[in-house]
């Protein structure tokens, strides 16, 4: 864990919030580190001459160490590509001309996590860098005009800073939507038709934030992950596939909020709007430790190597063709099937921590 001790004055920082009123109850550990597991299989038809599969593949950044990766299988070829708008990494694998053994993977590696705090975090100057302009875009999913402009205007009305618009969309998407336990998987993120429904689950609400960010003039994208388990021993994971939300602060970089996971505990705990206080706070510029980051950004887009369905919603669960047709892939467990296990190893300076995220998706 030596790699993140230059964060702790971070996580001590934003634990000297907790004395303050709305601020968390409770503390979650510092660390978290494990063996994460990912089983694939593809029910490849008979006579069926490629499969193609692509698997999220987890990097390393200031909050997350991924090590010892290992990779097994009876494909015919396997490596990892970066897509070029993004950076995001993925393993891909095919399998030609599958025998009666189906085409199998299994992706494991070690994760170190730590506790992500950028409380306080500082705008410094306006201007938004080149490469960052495209998260102030529009796409399919992200429609930033219409309805969700005029949601903008309003709930960032009278703020002139970004730091001010992002709190106040934040703000804006947790009092205006519900999660709904019923949307399969992480939801698609459809942005006019979660408004619509007002409900879904952490995809669809994270998407929403994207939206109406981007439409108040602040670059935020999704970031899609995993869980970890919080118990000893392995804990299966496979729903536990979540997205939160990144809004981009000149000057201080990419700033994490999660207006899922507040209306999640609203839900899971029956809380009222006060009795959520809390996890508002503690889910805006900070995220607990027991997730990976697998993707950051991208949607509608192609993977490397390119697939042939089409562009692709967003990249969090496994991906496959067979003979060029997509294989459902959100929450799929059909002919593409998955199970993802976390072995915790370590905790660093464990506490009780105030929300428990159980693995039942989104």
């Known amino acids: 864990m030596q790699k993140f001790s230059r964060k702790f004055v971070t996580v001590l920082a934003a634990l000297a919030l907790l004395g303050a009123p709305g601020a968390v109850r409770a ?67 095919e399998w030609n001309a599958p025998a009666a053994e189906k085409p199998a993977l299994s ?71 519900f999660r709904d336990p019923n949307v399969t998987g992480c939801g698609i993120g459809d942005v006019e038709k979660t408004l619509a429904q007002k409900g879904g689950k952490c995809t669809d609400i994270s998407s929403v934030f994207v939206a109406v960010a981007r439409a108040a003039g602040v670059p935020a994208r999704e970031v899609f992950g995993v869980r970890t388990g919080r118990d000893d021993g392995v804990t299966d994971m496979t729903k536990g596939h979540h997205c939160w939300a990144e809004y981009y602060l000149p000057g201080a970089g990419w700033i994490p909020v999660d207006p899922a996971d507040v209306r999640k505990a609203m839900l899971e705990k029956k809380l009222d709007e006060a009795g959520a206080r809390e996890y508002r706070e503690k889910y805006f510029q900070a995220l607990d430790p027991y997730r990976i980051a697998l993707a950051a950004g991208g949607r509608d887009f192609y993977l490397n190597p390119k697939q042939q369905g089409g562009p692709l919603n967003y990249f969090m669960y496994p991906y496959a063709e067979v003979d060029g047709k997509p294989l459902e892939w959100l929450a799929a467990q059909k002919e593409l099937k998955f199970k993802v296990t976390f072995t915790k190893t370590g905790q660093g300076m464990a506490r009780d921590a105030m929300c428990e995220s159980a693995p039942h998706g989104g």
């Open 27 to 93: 503390e979650e550990p510092d660390s978290v580190s494990g063996e994460m597991t990912m089983d694939i299989t593809v029910d490849a038809p008979p006579g069926s001459a490629l499969t193609r599969l692509w698997v999220p593949y987890p990097g390393d950044n200031a909050y997350q160490n991924i090590r010892n990766v290992r990779v097994r299988g009876n494909y015919q070829y396997q490596g990892v590509y970066r897509e070029k708008d993004t950076g995001n990494l993925m393993l891909y694998a």
């Open 107 to 177: 992706l494991s590696f070690t994760a170190a996590t730590t506790l992500r705090s950028e409380k306080g975090a500082a705008q410094a100057g306006s201007d938004i860098p080149v490469d960052i302009r495209p998260f102030l875009d529009s796409g399919p999913h992200i429609p930033t005009t219409g309805k969700v402009k005029e949601i903008a205007d309003k709930a960032a009305q009278g703020r002139r800073d970004i730091a001010g618009k992002a709190r106040a969309v934040y703000d804006w998407v947790v009092d205006n939507t």
